[in-house]
């Protein structure tokens, strides 16, 4: 694990990158690795997140700014900005069942090729997916997904990058912190190796890339 | 009464002790308002919360708890947080034992269709299409009608969230079960009667034998 600061994160981040951030309607969104992408204006990137929270809220500054070409998520209701833009032409929306996107997120960072589910059986969410009968149940074939980056919003880390979360703020963190080849974390707190106790890390060190300093 | 009132106080009717529940937004998250006495529940929030309670005083908000509309919440003294895919698998897993939603139209086969309104309302579906299809138990809470239209329909028009009929639809003249696959008229709101709801119903709609009273439960206990 490296520290580095939000700027020099934002600056590994290319255009057209495929980035996880962490966060529901903004809550455990790692806002100062946004703030600093926003900053440099790191445009047509493909988002995969659980919503695009608020008009100027966390992925909702992204959306604000532009920098969005595809928005792979479950929901964008309290976003108008994103549904303006999507009506536009602007951002590509990819709709997902909550439950099946942050499944096939956890496939991605597991090793594995996807998941079957009965969710969206029957319904737009099935259009031209494979479906497969075992036991008597019709399942649909949801892939995996991977991303370039994850972006990653933490409570505590520890010097070895060692991460633990807080309340609701956990949501998607720790399922994209296995998902992507470059993980970067934004830490409430950074503290001591060893605080953390072994039973308390929800995500070990090895798979934390970089933290932002304070 | 309000309609979402009456609403809300018959769903928590449902309600029974040691009960996992989902309320969605709207008028679901009323029935939190009027869980019968002695009976305790675990409300579960999408976002990664079972225990949720109810909104905090002034000034003792914390940025981190949230519901899964974002606004802030309490977390009664056992609550438990977690992951996503720890709530979703909570939700298909067969764990949660109840979910309230809300609904654009339910049909006679009591399908729901709650999550978009094509070319005007593109929300997205969020959680809704795991809850419908997961949960042991689903609840529609829906007023009758919109501007005078019935929203209990022959068929859906909308998208549909789920080909899984739901278990029970309480509006504010109504009670509907779905036995055997065909909406079925079980009770009526107090001052209604029978012909009041079959008018106000798109669907055709069985009536049962022994058409009930809807028990509205008291005001008052939250959480």
């Not at chain 2, 698998?89 to 339910?106: K, Q």
């Not at chain 2, 309480?170 to 079980?186: K, M, N, S, W, Y």
């Amino acid at each position: 694990m490296k520290t580095i600061s939000a700027e020099q994160a934002a600056a590994l981040i290319p255009d057209g990158a495929s980035v996880m951030i962490g966060g529901f309607m903004g809550v455990g969104t790692p806002e100062r690795i946004v703030d600093a992408l926003v900053a440099r204006r790191t445009g047509g990137l493909t988002v995969i997140a659980n919503d695009t929270a608020a008009p100027g809220v966390g992925i909702g500054k992204l959306v604000r700014a532009g920098l969005v070409r595809r928005a792979v998520v479950s929901h964008i209701g309290l976003n108008p900005e994103t549904q303006q833009q999507m009506i536009a032409g602007k951002i590509d929306v990819d709709l997902v069942p909550q439950g099946t996107l942050i499944e096939r997120i956890r496939a991605g960072g597991y090793g594995l090729g996807g998941i079957l589910t009965t969710t969206g059986i029957g319904t737009v969410v099935e259009t031209g997916k494979q479906t497969l009968v075992i036991d008597g149940r019709t399942l649909l074939v949801e892939v995996a997904l991977r991303a370039d980056f994850a972006l990653v919003s933490a409570f505590l880390a520890d010097y070895l990058g060692n991460l633990t979360y807080a309340l609701t703020a956990r949501n998607f963190n720790p399922i994209i912190a296995t998902a992507a080849d470059v993980v970067i974390v934004d830490a409430d707190n950074i503290v001591p190796t060893g605080v953390i106790s072994p039973d308390h890390i929800v995500t070990p060190a090895p798979l934390v890339d970089y933290v932002i300093a304070h | 009464m309000e309609p979402q009132v009456v609403i809300a106080r018959r769903i928590a009717q449902e309600l029974r002790d040691g009960m996992l529940v989902n309320l969605g937004i709207g008028i679901p998250t009323l029935v939190a308002n009027y869980v019968p006495p002695g009976v305790h529940v675990f409300f579960q929030s999408e976002n990664g919360l079972i225990g949720t309670g109810a909104v905090p005083e002034a000034g003792m908000h914390h940025r981190l708890l949230t519901d899964a509309g974002g606004r802030p919440v309490t977390a009664l003294p056992g609550a438990s947080t977690f992951d996503s895919a720890m709530s979703f698998g909570l939700i298909r897993g067969g764990h949660l034992d109840m979910t309230v939603l809300g609904g654009l139209e339910v049909d006679a086969a009591g399908r729901l269709a709650n999550w978009m309104i094509p070319g005007k309302m593109v929300p997205g579906m969020g959680g809704a299409m795991d809850l419908v299809s997961g949960a042991r138990r689903v609840v529609v809470a829906m007023q009758h009608t919109a501007k005078g239209k019935s929203k209990i329909v022959r068929k859906c028009q909308l998208p549909l969230t789920s080909v899984r009929p739901v278990d029970l639809l309480v509006t504010e003249l109504a009670v509907i079960g779905f036995p055997g696959g065909h909406a079925t008229l079980l009770e009526t709101a107090p001052g209604v009667v029978v012909a009041d709801v079959l008018a106000a119903t798109e669907a055709e709609l069985l009536v049962s034998d022994d058409v009930r009273p809807m028990p509205l439960a008291a005001s008052g206990v939250s959480y």
